[in-house]
């Protein structure tokens, strides 16, 4: 059992920085996700985590002990990384007593302790088999039994999904969140896989750059990112530059094309329709957060540039020439089997769309003209 507290953590490499001041707190029991591109610092983090590397400055603390210079055979982390290193000349039983032999546990104990492992992860009878002579699949769950045999504290995963197949992918990311919630363990989860993250996570921290851009819920950072880089991770999601005015009373957002899209609040009340709240910021606790100044705006004054966006679900194809709806012409479509995805060029604005394959404009093709609605109230304004 562990709460794991990042404080203003940073880390070098050459005088260059790849981590820049992680202030987080991950509570025990927690599953919480890394997320964020190739090289953002995910790992880098992790080896902080683990003690494999010591942070240029900033503290780790598991529960309340500063754990920051203490090496890693003395933290009780287990860790399955990104290339799931396991020792290819021993076989099943033998990599994942690994750990207990350095523990000095006592034979029958290892075997017992192996056993179990071994059942939790489903490779019960498989003891014997070199690991050369083992699927990719069943190679990841020896690295997740050889990390979870220790009874670790802390469970550290590095894109552990990173080198099997999509649908063994899936199924292998429910087994470790399953392992996770019956061991009760805490769990930090590295991956650039949005999808992935969002499926098994209590909550996330979106990483750029080696700083945090949003820290929340899976579907807080789904349904309101915190700002473009987030949103643009999200999917393939519409995202718009433009300006917000006011006209009749309604808050209305501004596309340079003419595309304008009516928000549902009154003006003055902007803020109540899709500005992120501080709340939602991933702001370290000894930053504040900075002021909301669309939602004090007077409401003559166009604000400064700001982004619409808004998920491809959440737009629909339509005939009706409605307040609401935009006309366009279908540029390209992509069938995905339940769903199909459009993209629709709406006169110097594209707009990415999602249908049920089953909905009726579902069939329409490239080249044939056709209306989208954009609802409103589904739109986020994003500042930056
Ligand atoms: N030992 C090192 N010496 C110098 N630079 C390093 C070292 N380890 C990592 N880096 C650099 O630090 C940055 C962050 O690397 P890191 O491995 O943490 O990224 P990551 O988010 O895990 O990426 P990926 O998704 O590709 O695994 C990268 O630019 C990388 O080249
Ligand atoms: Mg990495």
Redesign the pocket.
Known sequence: MAQVTLNRLTKH??D?P?VKGISLTVADGEFFSLL??????????LRMIAGFIFPTSGTVLFDDQDVTHVPANRRNTGMVF?NYALFPHMTVFENVAFGLRTRKVAAAETADRVARALDLVGLAGLEQRPVPQLSGGQQQRVALARAVVIEPDLLLLD?PLSNLDAKLREETRDQIRELQTKLGITAIY?T?DQEEALAVSDRIAVMEEGECRQLDRPDAIYRRPANRFVASFMGNMNLWEGVLTTDGGRTVFRHASGLAVALSAPAGTASSVSLPAPADKSAPADESAPADESASAEDSAPAGTVYLALHPQAARLTDEDTEGTVAGVVSTRRFKGATVEFTIDAGGVSIQVVENAEGPLAGRQPGDAVRVRIPGDQAIILED
């Not at 964020?36 to 983090?45: F, L, M, N, R």
Request: include cysteine; hydrophobic fraction near 20%; charge should be negative.
């Open positions: 490499f050459d260059t790849v964020g591109p190739s090289g953002c610092g995910k790992t880098t983090i990104q894109e590295v650039h």
